[in-house]
């Protein structure tokens, strides 16, 4: 991941925060998702084969064998997937929190010691409850059991318009790193801590009346 600040005399801490956001945005965080890239791959091979196919007898042979081996891996990945899915249909019915009943400086807590140890995908979910439950135990949102993180940035940033984008970032940070194959940075943990404490002081916007001049 390329540096989030170029120079402190350069750019405010505004500016970092920001150019922080857009960081989480991008790069490896919004990369191509594992199952395009093996689509693509099969899409690929799957045309090679049918150029086979057109090559003459042997070429026909060899690509009806490879065929025939691509149609069993398919059957034995689709009950591989039928398998994982089930197990952890749990962990993303529980949302965020899974089974877990933890306070919000439980949960700040928890993710400090889990930096320390450089434990930083483990962190950044920890401090990601520790803002849900902040929020929950403040009315800011409602207390919804088995809300996802992008629930929560949509919520949250309905409330808290100011810092909607930098929720969003968090969010899929959090679905990166706790469903995908994203590995957890120390970048990624600061910007989680960041946002943490800023939505401690951050207060909702009044509502606006419809009757209002």
């Known amino acids: 991941m390329a540096p989030l600040l170029t120079s402190p005399v350069d750019i405010g801490r505004e500016e970092a925060r920001r150019q922080a956001v857009q960081e989480l945005l991008r790069s490896e965080y919004a990369k191509e998702s594992l199952v395009d890239r093996l689509w693509r791959n099969f899409d690929q091979f799957l045309g090679d084969l049918l150029d086979q196919e057109s090559a003459g007898a042997v070429g026909s ?4 064998a490879a065929l025939l081996v691509i149609v069993i891996g398919i059957v034995v990945a689709l009950l591989l997937v039928a398998r994982r899915t089930a197990g952890g249909r749990g962990t993303r019915e529980g949302g965020i929190f899974g089974d877990r009943r933890l306070t919000a400086a439980e949960h700040r807590q928890a993710a400090e010691r889990l930096a320390a ?19 929950e135990d403040r009315v800011i949102i409602d207390h919804t ?18 810092l909607a984008s930098e929720l969003t970032a968090a969010a899929r ?24 404490e800023r939505l401690r002081t951050a207060r909702p916007a009044p509502a606006v009346r419809a009757d209002a001049p």
Request: hydrophobic share 45%; proline share 6%.
């Open 61 to 64: 042979l060899a690509a009806r």
């Open 117 to 135: 140890e450089a434990r930083w995908s483990e962190a950044v979910r920890e401090r990601l409850r520790a803002v849900a439950r902040d929020l």
């Open 145 to 162: 059991p088995g809300r996802t993180a992008d629930e929560l940035a949509v919520e949250a940033g309905r409330a808290l318009p100011a």
């Open 173 to 196: 940070v959090f679905d990166d790193v706790t469903y995908g194959e994203v590995p957890g940075t120390p970048e990624a943990y600061g910007i989680m801590r960041d946002l943490d």
